[in-house]
């Protein structure tokens, strides 16, 4: 079935740029030397998958690729040059010597450019098929991935076995006939387009596989596994990505709990680990490397998260009712799809302590009885923890602040238990925002 993820959850983890330049997560794993590349890493990146099978033959080819140098280069002129040629107007229809040579003299009388890219065009398609063709050709390592496999008999057999053989005998000539650069214009933008655009495929496969292995090794990044029991993970040395220095934790859900209860004062790292976590288990639906030196996860069947939920002006929603109705879309998905992992954070931060105490007990409450899905949940509502401490499908876990010197130090390290630590007056006081208003008085 379909992984769900809805728009708010995108936006949450900031997993693709919304300004050009913005940090994203794709860009974090975005070292594709061409466009086509680039396009198959991003479907790949937009696609989560649910399928254990699927996902272990992706990572074994990401695996592959940190290993192993594939035999050919990727060069971003060339191919952008390859595309640009491809999708150029008057197409030919038919093979003729005779044409062929009446545009090679009509080039040299009036040079156009059209002529110029359709036989730089083609001789950049020459060195790639021939580069693709003798990598294809090459002996393979006992590890190979049977998709590696596919490539290169699907390679050898759309090169050998058809028209395109021509580019074989081509390889180190450096001057091409003009009846050569009409037979293989045809054969490149007519006879044999479409499997011109499936090698080509395989091309910005590999590009994009590279990247993510890249990424991977760059970042510190480790590729995830899988387990068939019911709502499993476990993680060590889990860390934000977009942070130079982070502070790893390592966390897993209780066994046969399934509501991690969060607690911790302002800016000790609750946030900042719920969106470490939820880009983990995004990451490792897509079958890429997560943010942690290691992790193993059930399948789930969609991750929705509540981190930075803004009011609906345009509608006349406050946030407290934002709120309600986002734990009801919630609620209404894991009716349809069960297996969802779902984050919240800070619950019900948009209305009085007392709605607030009473709204996150209800709802946390309710959740834990959900044991088809898994639930991590933050809350600055502390007096909430007390009513749950006897709930058995609850686990309690914080960050901390130590005071010293009436300043608070942080750790960012996940614990054990519950807190009650505030510090909100002491953020008050050190901004001086009394004195401020003081000063206007």
Do not use: W
């Not at 986002?326 to 998905?333: C, D, H, L, P």
């Amino acid at each position: 079935m379909k992984f769900i993820i809805d728009k708010q959850t995108i936006t949450d983890l900031e997993l693709f740029e919304k300004v050009k330049g913005e940090k994203s997560i794709f860009a974090l794993f975005n070292y594709t030397k061409s466009f086509g590349g680039k396009k198959q890493l991003e479907f790949l990146f937009s696609n989560p998958l649910t399928d254990i099978d699927l996902l272990e033959q992706r990572l074994q080819v990401i695996q592959y690729f940190q290993k192993h140098e594939i035999g050919f280069d990727v060069e971003k002129h060339c191919f952008d040059f390859i595309e640009h040629y491809l999708t150029q107007q008057n197409v030919p229809n038919r093979f003729s010597r005779f044409k062929s040579f009446l545009k090679a003299l009509n080039y040299k009388i009036n040079p156009k450019n059209e002529y110029y890219v359709v036989q730089r065009g083609i001789r950049f398609l020459i060195a790639v098929l021939n580069d693709i063709y003798d990598d294809a050709k090459n002996e393979e390592p006992q590890d190979t991935p049977a998709y590696f496999l596919h490539c290169k008999y699907f390679i050898i057999d759309k090169i050998e076995n058809t028209p395109l053989k021509t580019v074989l005998s081509l390889k180190n000539r450096r001057k091409l006939r003009p009846f050569e650069f009409g037979k293989l214009d045809f054969y490149f933008r007519k006879n044999q387009l479409n499997t011109i655009k499936d090698l080509l495929g395989i091309v910005y496969a590999y590009d994009a596989f590279k990247s993510i292995a890249i990424a991977s090794d760059k970042h510190g990044f480790a590729l995830p596994t899988f387990s068939t029991d019911s709502n499993y993970f476990v993680t060590r040395g889990l860390f934000h990505p977009f942070l130079e220095s982070p502070v790893s934790n390592d966390f897993n859900f209780v066994l046969n709990r399934n509501v991690c209860f969060l607690t911790g004062p302002n800016m000790a790292g609750k946030s900042t680990f719920l969106k470490s976590l939820s880009i983990s288990i995004y990451l490792a639906h897509l079958g890429f490397p997560v943010p942690a030196s290691y992790l193993k996860t059930s399948l789930f069947n969609g991750l929705l998260t509540t981190i930075n939920l803004s009011d609906n002006i345009n509608k006349g929603y406050s946030h407290f009712y934002s709120e309600v109705l986002r734990v009801k879309y919630v609620a209404e998905q894991i009716n349809q799809a069960r297996k969802i992992f779902v984050v919240f954070d800070e619950l019900f931060r948009g209305t009085n302590v007392k709605d607030a105490y009473e709204a996150s007990l209800s709802v946390v409450q309710a959740f834990s009885k959900l044991n088809n899905s898994v639930f991590a949940i933050s809350t600055h509502i502390i007096e909430v923890a007390d009513k749950l401490k006897n709930n058995d499908s609850l686990f309690f876990k914080y960050f901390e602040a130590n005071m010293v010197d009436d300043t608070p130090q942080y750790n960012f390290k996940i614990k054990d238990g519950v807190t009650d630590e505030r510090i909100g007056m002491y953020i008050l006081k050190k901004e001086k925002v009394i004195e401020t208003i003081e000063r206007s008085i």
